[in-house]
């Protein structure tokens, strides 16, 4: 397991963040740094590529930036991403508009780099590694599942106090529904095999007991940030950090809010699932319980626990060992 760390330190020293941009083409790979200003150039092949890898390491910067250029892209985001760097490939019209924005109208290589790096600084795109088309059908895919989900839940509900003329149309609409949600679940497994960094995004989640395949899924799609924020700030951003509420009839209790509610769910799902699987997560809800806390605050703690876990795996890039992980 390596323990070199690519991702947000949790000190209190401010550190100079890096952008890169890389203008890709089918032979070469230029590349600009702000706000540094270092430039240079390789060839897009196997040595290039991983002569660039072991740079970007080095550095370590905040973002990655390549534009979409019709698979040139590929082989050298899916070597960035798998070691653990954090890169955006990004629409080359947002980046062309930005260009005509910031008056940036001449057309080389060194200035493509240059406005792709300088692109990346001031809009800061998601990291995903993959073309944002790729990465917006995926969290469709993750967002019509959910729904399915819950109207077949519901019809299943109403089921139970319906008439008994309209049991049967009830019936036929469950089955049309999970139709629909099978073939969901197959495009969504497929989308994901057909990419080597979803995929192996999906095989690091998984490692962990307690994580099936639906909530790897979810965590792709719907928190890209997972393994680039720090603790505090990762479980603030899914809503499982809890805030002061010290108003009225509220004061000295704590409470969470906000937050992305999806995300929430599936991690949920898979905090009770772990609490029976998950040696880590069990005892720390059977220590919590003990000291008398209720269910859902014991729940909330370790939900925040588990994905404090996962950001520290995806950081690290290293799979489920407890013994090995680095604290989260």
Request: aromatic share 6%.
């Amino acid at each position: 397991m390596t323990s070199r760390n690519h991702g947000p330190r949790e000190t209190g020293m401010t550190e100079t963040q890096h952008f890169v941009g890389v203008d890709v083409s089918k032979r070469t790979l230029d590349v600009m740094v702000r706000p540094t200003g270092g430039l240079w150039s390789v060839a897009n092949d196997e040595q290039g590529i991983a002569e660039l890898r072991e740079r970007m390491l080095e550095l370590r910067p905040h973002l990655i930036v390549l534009e979409a250029t019709g698979g040139h892209e590929r082989e050298l985001s899916i070597a960035l991403v798998l070691a653990g760097l954090a890169v955006a490939v990004v629409n080359p019209r947002q980046v062309r508009d930005f260009a005509k924005a910031v008056g940036k109208l001449a057309k080389t290589d060194r200035v493509d780099a240059g406005v792709i790096a300088l692109f990346g600084e001031r809009v800061r795109p998601e990291a995903r590694g993959v073309p944002e088309e790729e990465a917006s059908e995926l969290g469709a895919l993750v967002t019509r599942r959910q729904q399915l989900t819950e109207m077949i839940t519901a019809e299943k509900n109403r089921l139970g106090l319906a008439k008994r003329t309209m049991k049967p149309r009830i019936r036929e609409h469950v089955q049309w529904l999970q139709r629909q949600l099978a073939d969901v679940e197959l495009e969504l497994r497929r989308m994901v095999e057909s990419s080597p960094i979803w995929r192996a995004r999906e095989n690091l989640l998984t490692s962990a007991p307690g994580i099936g395949e639906k909530t790897a899924y979810a965590l792709i799609a719907q928190l890209p940030e997972l393994g680039r924020l720090t603790s505090k700030q990762i479980a603030a951003l899914v809503g499982v950090a809890p805030f002061a509420r010290d108003s009225g009839r509220y004061r000295g209790q704590r409470k969470i809010w906000g937050g992305r509610a999806s995300v929430r769910s599936a991690l949920y799902m898979a905090t009770f699932a772990a609490i029976h699987c998950n040696p880590i997560i069990r005892a720390h809800y059977h220590h919590l319980r003990n000291r008398g806390k209720e269910f859902k605050v014991a729940m909330v703690a370790c939900m925040r626990k588990f994905l404090v876990i996962l950001n520290t795996m995806v950081r690290f890039n290293t799979p489920w060992c407890p013994a090995a992980l680095p604290r989260a």
